[in-house]
């Protein structure tokens, strides 16, 4: 073969092949003798190695390696990377691009500042005010921005202080300020959210530590939050909100708590100069103490300062129900009432409202109880639970007196818990309870508030209509607010059904098969405010419990049929 050289990127041959570019010379080496193969691979991959040509003995004892095209490694390398899920520890990204936070913030040295002023010029950042960039769409900025305001004041405005309202909320107003007490008044605008500093007094020595920040005491911000001056509108909350707080810590820390506070308000007002703010303070503080007459706003307030606290939570699942309760619900008319219908119901009725509380025993067992009077020497209060529940719901008379106000209620609550649990005296029947009771998760109404939240719902009591709406109503308004130590549930449906009887409507009967349904419908209202799982469930459980109790043979066979002894978690009703 000719001698070749190279000239200017060109492999030149004085014979043969004369002058050819580098691909040419590929193709017509590869059509030659298969020996020259893997050194045109070396000469084609290394060229800067010109004296290893083909055909051309090397000079080097040992032959070259043959590298792998880079193609190649880079395909072997991402199939790798797929592989493994990861690379440098980070989650893989879609077109490797690296993840960037929400939010972002000028960089600390020249590299950073480099890094951010390439992602701002590749459009993965955009710069939406005074040292800060986002990296979400145009349409979630604003929300991210109000989301991350913590974040945001603690990297650019260290060592501040976050007063008024923001010092009670810690969230942005309505209208996205934060406020800031300052050395000096200005506005720093972002979208949906805006950083007021206000010139005014630094730090006191109990102004707590917020991240890298400080925020204004409880009482120091209590003072800020009653100022009288019109430019302070809109950094304070309004008065019915700081009257539910104060009134809220009452409930929760005692007197002493709303005393102590105000000492120390006292001395911030003399420190600062706030004399006006502190006599506000002091003047809501003793209305809601009781220890002078004066005005307050917030229904909360005032139902506090007459002596009758109810619970605002409590009230506000109350009128969630009685909204829901003002669509339509279907009337399942009772239209059995023989003498033995009636007794077999009302003793179905105890034991399983008896059953649903843990109070357990065999139907059989029940039956000697209630029909035989036999009380079982091993459970004796157990047994006089049921038989208890029996007098009340199996009297007609009683069951249709309904209440007319909050005394009727109060009346009817104590008297049928007093002869329901009148064989557990430790239960206190017929009082109202006078420590605080709870059930799992669930906390309910405290002693201190449970006549007034009684008289809360009384009044929407009276505005909804008569039959199942108003049974559900009552029967939630005491099972939520549980006036008694215990007894409460089978309290709840006995004034529900008592609604029913009086509407002459089918009463409601919660087999232990259905149990679940019930209870989870239950906490659906009182843990996340839904209400209609509940109406949902008590028109079905009134639908399937409109049967025929007579005679007893036929109905225990029915509902043994109709799965109404089992567990839940072994079958479903049969309606």
Known sequence: MARAKIVNGMIVTRAKYKTLSRSDWAQKTLAGPKSQLKTLQTFVLEPEKRSILPGRPKKRSKPLPVAKPRADSRGSKQRSLRQTGRKNGRRPVSGNKEVLPPVLFPGANSTERRRLAGLKAAGRIRSVGPRLYVSVPEAETARTIRQAWSTIVDRLFPDVLITHRSALEFSPSPDGEIFITARNTREVVYPGLILKFIQGPGPLSDDPRFLNLRSSSQA?????????????????????????????????????????????????????????????????????????????????????????????????????????????????????????????????????????????????????????????????????????????????????????????????????????????????????????????????????????????????????????????????????????????????????????????????IIPTVFRDDYLNSLRALTRRERAALLVRALVRAQKFSHLEFSPYPRILKELTQRNWFREPDDARIID
């Open 220 to 508: 120091r911000a209590f003072l800020e939050n009653l100022s009288t001056r019109s430019s302070a509108r809109s950094r304070v909350l309004p008065i019915e909100q700081l009257e539910e707080r104060l009134e809220q810590l009452l409930h929760l820390s005692g007197a002493s708590e709303l005393n102590r506070l105000r000492d120390r308000a006292r001395e911030i007002s003399v420190e600062l100069g706030w004399q006006k703010e502190f006599e506000r303070l002091d003047s809501l503080i003793g209305t809601l103490l009781g220890t002078r007459a004066g005005q307050v706003t917030s229904s909360v307030a005032r139902a506090r300062a007459a002596g009758e606290p109810f619970d605002a939570p409590c009230l506000q699942r109350l009128q969630v129900l009685f909204g829901e309760l003002r669509n339509p619900l279907p009337e399942v008319v009772d239209s059995f009432d023989a003498p033995d219908h009636v007794k077999n119901k009302a003793f179905f009725e105890s034991y399983f409202s008896n059953y649903i509380e843990g109070t357990t025993f065999q139907v059989e067992e029940a039956e000697e109880i209630v029909f035989d009077k036999k009380i079982p020497t091993n459970r004796p209060k157990d047994a006089h639970d049921i038989a208890g529940t029996f007098e009340v719901v199996s009297d007609m008379a009683e069951m249709r007196r309904t209440p007319k106000g909050l005394d009727e209620l109060i009346t009817l609550l104590r008297s049928r818990h007093a002869t329901m649990l009148a064989r557990r005296p430790e239960e206190e029947p017929g009082t109202f309870k006078t420590r605080p009771n709870r059930a799992g998760d669930t906390e309910f109404v405290h002693p201190a508030y449970v006549v007034g939240t009684l008289r809360k719902g009384m009044e929407l009591y009276q505005s909804v209509a008569p039959g199942l709406a108003r049974a559900i109503f009552v029967m939630f308004l005491v099972a939520d607010v549980h006036p008694f130590v215990d007894g409460n549930g089978r309290t709840a449906r006995i004034m529900m059904n008592a609604e029913l009887v009086s509407a002459g409507q089918s009463t409601i």
